[in-house]
């Protein structure tokens, strides 16, 4: 079963307001990583935050992990139509004896000019 | 920074044809690759773990028959999926990771589309 699950499921903005996504998540990890997709597209890597991390800054991304809730936050901010994309979290954990990255359902973005 | 790349990008093919999805990593050595699915609207799952050399490591519930994978270089795995059919219909993305097991740091391809006719 997946090991992330985020939520919205589905965010809309306008352009210049601040999108937050959650991501929560069922077992310990090594760390945690922010992906972005685009429509059909493969996967960016955003940022990764380790587990002994508890906030970490990239240009406009935020990232947050309190992993004694098990879950974690990313903000945009001052948004732009181009952050317009999918937003999967990805666990990076032991399961099943040898570390795999376990994806999140994903937040599907549309920020409006 | 690290290129992977992937081939083809689309295809399309009939019900019991088999196809073949090239996954290369173009500037660096990839030890281990990974195999994802992702259906429409769906997040990636992760299908199988190849490290170079040896078996790959099919997630519960993937037909390692079914879903056939070769990681004979350090640049190089493929995915062939045998007789396919409608449902196998998917989005195939590969990842590749320099150090064996390593899952930190994944590089991804831009992914396969597979439609079954």
């Known amino acids: 079963s997946q090991q992330g699950e985020e939520d919205p499921q589905a965010l809309s903005i306008q352009e210049g307001e601040n999108a937050t996504m959650n991501c929560s998540y069922k077992?310990?990890?090594?760390?945690l990583q922010w992906y972005r997709q685009n429509s059909g597209r493969g996967l960016v890597h955003l940022i990764l935050?380790?587990?002994?991390?508890r906030e970490k800054h990239s240009g406009r991304l935020r990232v947050t992990l309190d992993t004694s809730k098990k879950s974690s936050s990313l903000l945009i901010t001052a948004s732009r139509a181009a952050d317009t994309a999918s937003y999967f979290c990805?666990?990076?954990?032991?399961?099943?004896?040898?570390?795999?990255?376990?994806f999140g359902a994903g937040t599907r973005l549309a920020v409006h000019p | 920074g690290a290129v992977v790349s992937q081939h083809p990008s689309r295809v399309i093919c009939k019900s019991g044809t088999s196809v073949k999805i090239e996954c290369r990593s173009l500037?660096?050595?990839?030890?281990?690759m990974f195999w994802y699915r992702q259906f429409p609207k769906q997040s990636l799952m992760l299908m199988a773990t190849?490290?170079?050399?040896?078996?790959?490591?099919?997630e519960q519930g993937v037909e390692k028959d079914k879903f056939l994978i070769n990681h004979a270089s350090l640049t190089l795995s493929t995915l062939t999926v045998t007789s396919a059919h409608p449902e196998d219909s998917s989005f195939y993305i590969c990842?590749?990771?320099?150090?064996?097991?390593?899952?930190?740091?994944?590089?991804f391809g831009p992914g396969t589309r597979l439609l079954v006719l």
């Open positions: 190849s490290n170079e050399g040896s078996k790959a490591t099919y």
């Open positions: 990805a666990t990076d954990a032991p399961v099943g004896g040898y570390n795999k990255l376990i």
């Open positions: 990842s590749a990771a320099r150090l064996a097991g390593a899952s930190e740091t994944q590089y």
């Open positions: 935050i380790r587990s002994n991390e």
């Open positions: 500037d660096f050595q990839a030890t281990t």
């Open positions: 077992t310990s990890i090594n760390n």
